[in-house]
Nanobody, 123 residues
């Protein structure tokens, strides 16, 4: 069982930055690949970024490449999403999710989810 709690969302102007954090409970957190997803009003949940259990590999959706960076600190049971050069289209609720061992871009393959944190980017 893994419980996830996101934080760091908020309101920011276009071009600004935010860093999201996701803290996980449990001794096996370091065995889980972690993903970040987002969901805007009226849209389906979409993949944003993922990181393998040891942090060796990261994956991004094309629209955030070069602007977002996913990282993790297993000693702190925490995964981060650094978001730079934010755009209004990045506005959404952002969720972190955990999947045993292997990273994936498919939401249904993640077993554990946080409650989400709102990110709003004004133009």
């Amino acid at each position: 069982q893994v419980q996830l709690v996101e934080s760091g969302g908020g309101l920011v102007q276009a071009g600004g930055s935010l860093r999201l954090s996701c803290v996980g409970s449990g001794r096996t957190f370091s065995s889980y690949a972690m993903g970040w997803f987002r969901q805007a009003p009226g849209k389906e949940r979409e993949f944003v970024a993922a990181i393998t259990w040891n942090g060796d590999y990261t994956y991004y959706t094309d629209s955030v490449k070069g602007r977002f960076t996913v990282s993790r600190d297993n000693a702190k049971n925490t995964v981060y999403l650094q978001m730079n050069s934010l755009k209004p289209e990045d506005t959404a609720v952002y969720y972190c999710a955990a999947r045993w061992t292997r990273a994936s871009m498919i939401p249904n393959e993640y077993k554990y989810w946080g409650q989400g944190t709102q990110v709003t980017v004004s133009s």
